[in-house]
């Protein structure tokens, strides 16, 4: 009986037991491919992900910029559509009251710091009331802007040529005495004394 048990173990059970353990060999081998496998398909997703996420970012990075860029200067043309809405006259491109006035305080300021004269000259136009009414005030305008050239163009580059409204003028001529400013002020009336045609008007 013992014998039969041997022979037994030694043809059935051991080569059956062998077979179980090379298969389960295999089933561990297999097992480890695909782990390997899974741990090389998921650095490669991570590495494709993070350069994904790196291009992004600095799509992103570069849209902020070109938006931020576009903002800012949209804001500093409307700053200096302001500004310029706040010194200077609409009609004619001069300078406006507030603007004038910030000079002649300059002008006060070194006067009394450094006794360098500055005089004013105030100008404004006889019976303009009647262009206005009888030409209506588009021609007005016209001449309100003739005017105001002719002003700046005979005045020097330091003078300052504003409108303080209507057809009221202002200059401020700085380092100019009383005496030099009557010389240019007779000047200026021979320049705006001529005839001028707007519109067929004269």
Known sequence: ?????A???????IPGQQGVADEVD???LLQQQQTQQAVLSSADSYSKARVLMLWLC?????IGIVVAFIV?????????ELELRALFDDLTGLPNRALFFDRLGQAAQLFGNEKKPFSIVIVDLDRFKDVNDTLGHHVGDLLLRHVAKKISTSMRRTDTVARLGGDE????????AAANAEVIVKKLLVTLCQRVSLEGHV
Do not use: D
Not at 7 to 13: F, G, I, S, T
Not at 58 to 62: D, F, G, L, R, Y
Not at 72 to 80: A, C, D, T
Not at 169 to 176: E, I, K, N, V
């Open 58 to 62: 600095s799509v992103a990075i570069i």
């Open 169 to 176: 003028y202002a200059l401020l001529l700085p380092c100019t």
């Open 26 to 28: 295999k089933l561990l």
């Open 72 to 80: 800012l200067r949209q804001v500093m043309r409307q700053s200096r």
């Open 1 to 5: 009986q013992g014998v039969k048990v």
């Open 7 to 13: 022979e037994y173990m030694r043809k059935v059970a």
